[in-house]
């Protein structure tokens, strides 16, 4: 019995991190979002030459095949350095779409280009969690209609997987006629959204894509990546709060010596520790367990946004003033967790879902 | 990852489900320490599923340290209503001490009966002026010959009125600094000069005492360590009360329960659970659990797996485990409204009024143990190494 990580996915959460630092310090993060698409391009780049972009992508399609607690381990990183690129849609979601509902001839044209780096796919699932706005799509003779908001990583991708209301899912080139990519400005700009106004857009569906345990398990793994992505963040701030406490001076001691500080920083470390662990274990399950995954899933997103929506707002008094300013930039990661916590379904949204799952309902 | 126990223990496992079918109609019946309660001991230590690493020559069964075993046993006995293992602070606190600290003597005087349920114990720390500080401790002994002589007063004393002994914390170096001036004894419950007066709590149970201690006198060699030492010696025991609370399997278990509650209860015929806010705070509450169990996960592979670092895990048990429980408590009754505030033998009392108790009892538990807050200094100091408060001078 070994509950927890292997040396090869620590030493992969090591890499990550110490390319995140490397190339992607705060400076670049500050560029990114000021709209320096050419910053965001070189550190795209450098992801894919870890080899991140064919992480779950089977081998016989170029990937590295590696399983969904390797996927948590790359997101958690990625979140630690609120790192500006695309993943948890174009390379979690669309690659696992693709492998679990296309056809041989769909996979064989998508997969490998994942893995290499040479594909960003959009994945839009918002209006099969809960459409707002009365958004929505109709797919009928190999057209789709309609409009489909948030996708993720859609924006300069080369085509998109979306869903409809009943969960069968449809992918299309984003070069073809009748769409029109409206970009979203959202609170975090470490990342993109768009919405997609669809006019008679050539479109295939994903041939199994009628069985809806196909997109559940491509939302379980959205949720996943969603709430590792969300813990790595949230440990950053507790790790930078500590840090500046044991720095900053008032009334002649640490303020870190405060016991107000260290029970704040305490409380934290007790809700986010735990977190760790249910990431971990929300992927085994949906590695080994398939039977606990959904239940594990909806509660592991619900329960380490709240967390995160804690740690986010209690880091940030940490630091005072300073907390709150531009040139400190944990507001980056403050937002970041704030756009996770939303995006596939807000706390009680996933929660009523875990609820329907045990036959609460019942 | 791998959360599989192995094949070579589904044997195992095996046996035990097998002992549990044989006897899961035992009743125990009597006070503590009746007959038939240790005769029900003994067997489980018979057969290796209470005091299994403890040696054969002390009164355990004297096997091999395996965590997975003694996992499957908790797992097992946990699905039943078979009579779970006695527990208390003379097996969880006193039985580890003696075992790492105590004399030969000591060991073979003490150990068995304790595990037996022969001896039970009670716990001689906290004083009116000494809760969280519990170094400044005041009560003092002085050696008379070869006894010692107690004087002075302890508070919090659980089950003292139960019990045959009590390890107890003494003053017995006054000029050393707080810490090295205290003595960790054995002291006899039918001694001369103990005044023991109950504590009625908010439960309306009296669980705890005040002892008053007039010239208590007791052998000299009834000290675990050496003089000035019993700081060490009760802060190696400290650590095994701790782990020992709020455990997130058994909250499991009072979850399933609620989760009944909450479907059999109705407002205006409609059922609790079906009303979208008491569901959601259901539904929080199972979450916070299972990251606690997963939690408790990483824990247990640490206990198996040497090389696997786990401290801050274990720093919080206390502290989440208890403000969890508590709640869950709080939302049974909050599912009941009016119902929920029935007590004692009222009518119309749901589960012998268990919720209630339970909500109060779990606030004591946040409070004893080492308060919450002191588990928060203990968190940010040990953990995440942040500076103690700066001492106040001549404290």
Not at chain 2, 339 to 355: I, M, Q
Request: aromatic share 6%.
């Amino acid at each position: 019995m070994y509950f927890g990580l292997s040396e090869e996915q620590k030493s992969l959460e090591e890499n990550i991190q110490r390319f995140l630092a490397d190339n992607a310090p705060l400076e670049s993060i500050k560029a990114v979002a000021d709209g320096d698409e050419e910053k965001a391009q070189a550190i795209h780049q450098g992801i894919i030459e870890l080899g991140l972009s064919g992480l779950v992508v089977p081998e016989e399609y170029g990937g590295l095949e590696l399983n969904m607690l390797f996927a948590t381990v790359v997101s958690s990183a990625l979140g630690s350095g609120t790192a500006p690129v695309p993943y948890i849609g174009s390379y979690v979601m669309a690659p696992m779409a693709l492998n679990l509902a296309g056809t041989e001839e769909q996979k064989n044209k998508w997969l490998p280009k994942i893995a290499g780096g040479e594909c960003q796919i959009g994945v839009g699932l918002s209006e099969y969690v809960g459409a707002r706005e009365n958004a929505g799509i109709e797919f009928a003779k190999n057209k789709i209609n309609g409009r489909a908001l948030f996708i993720i990583d859609g924006k300069n991708a080369d085509a998109f997987i979306i869903a409809n209301k009943s969960g069968e899912l449809f992918i299309f080139d984003s070069s073809a006629s009748g769409i029109e990519v409206v970009e979203l400005t959202t609170v975090d700009k470490t990342r993109t959204s768009v919405e997609l106004i669809l006019e008679n857009v050539d479109s295939e569906k994903l041939a199994a894509s009628d069985d809806t345990t196909v997109i559940e398990k491509i939302l379980d793994a959205g949720r996943l990546m969603l709430a590792a992505d969300t813990v790595g963040a949230a440990q950053v701030m507790l790790d930078k709060s500590v840090a500046y406490s044991l720095e900053r001076k008032q009334f002649g001691r640490l303020i870190g010596s405060f016991q107000a500080v260290k029970h704040m920083c305490a409380e934290m470390a007790a809700e986010l520790e735990p977190c760790h662990s249910m990431i971990w274990h929300a992927a085994h399950c949906q590695d080994s367990v398939p039977e606990e995954a959904r239940l594990m899933a909806c509660q592991t997103k619900a329960h380490v946004s709240e967390v995160g929506k804690q740690v986010s707002k209690t880091a940030t008094e940490v630091h005072g003033g300073m907390g709150f300013t531009d040139e400190l930039g944990l507001h980056y990661w403050f937002k970041r967790i704030g756009l996770n916590r939303q995006l596939l379904g807000s706390p009680e949204l996933v929660r009523e879902e875990a609820g329907k799952l045990q036959g609460f309902d019942q | 990852m791998d959360l599989e126990y192995g094949p070579q223990y589904d044997e195992f496992r095996a046996e035990v489900i097998n002992f549990i079918k044989e006897n899961e109609n035992t009743k125990l019946s009597g006070p503590p320490r009746s007959e038939s309660r240790v005769a029900w001991q003994q067997k489980l230590i018979d057969h290796g599923y209470f005091a299994r690493s403890i040696p054969k020559e002390y009164g355990g069964y004297g096997g091999d340290m395996d965590i997975i075993k003694l996992r499957i046993i908790a797992e097992e006995f946990a699905k039943s209503p078979i009579p779970k293992p006695a527990g208390g602070q003379g097996i969880q606190m006193l039985v580890p001490t003696l075992l790492s600290l105590g004399t030969e003597e000591q060991k073979q005087e003490y150990i068995r009966p304790t595990l037996r349920g022969e001896i039970l114990w009670c716990q001689g720390y906290s004083e009116p002026n000494s809760g969280s500080d519990l170094a400044s401790l005041q009560t003092k002994a002085e050696l008379d010959g070869d006894e010692w002589v107690i004087n002075g007063q302890k508070i919090w004393t659980s089950t003292a009125h139960l019990s045959q002994m009590c390890f107890i914390l003494v003053r017995t170096e006054p000029d050393a600094p707080k810490h090295q001036g205290i003595s960790y004894l054995l002291m006899p419950m039918n001694s001369e000069g103990i005044d023991r007066r109950p504590i009625k709590q908010m439960t309306g149970d009296s669980d705890f005492n005040e002892l008053f201690l007039t010239d208590v006198r007791i052998p000299a060699k009834n000290i675990v360590g050496a003089r000035g030492e019993g700081w060490k010696v009760a802060n190696a025991t400290l650590g095994h009360e701790r782990g020992s609370l709020a455990d997130p399997n058994v909250t499991q278990n009072r979850l399933n329960s609620l989760i009944d509650l909450m479907k059999n209860e109705t407002i205006d015929g409609e059922r609790v659970i079906d009303k979208p806010i008491f569901r959601d705070r259901l539904l929080s509450i199972q979450g916070r659990l299972m990251a606690q169990q997963s939690n408790a996960l990483r824990i247990l592979s640490s206990q198996i797996n040497k090389d696997q670092d786990a401290h801050l895990a274990k720093a919080i048990v206390k502290l989440q485990g208890t403000e969890l429980r508590h709640e869950l408590e709080g939302l049974a009754i909050d599912a009941m409204g009016e119902l929920g505030t029935l007590y004692e033998d009222s009518p119309h009392l749901r589960d012998n009024g268990a919720w209630q108790m339970t909500y109060m009892y779990y606030l004591g538990l946040i409070i004893g143990g080492g308060t919450n807050q002191i588990q928060k200094n203990i968190i940010s100091e040990r953990a995440l190494g942040m500076p103690k408060e700066p001492k106040v001078q001549g404290a």
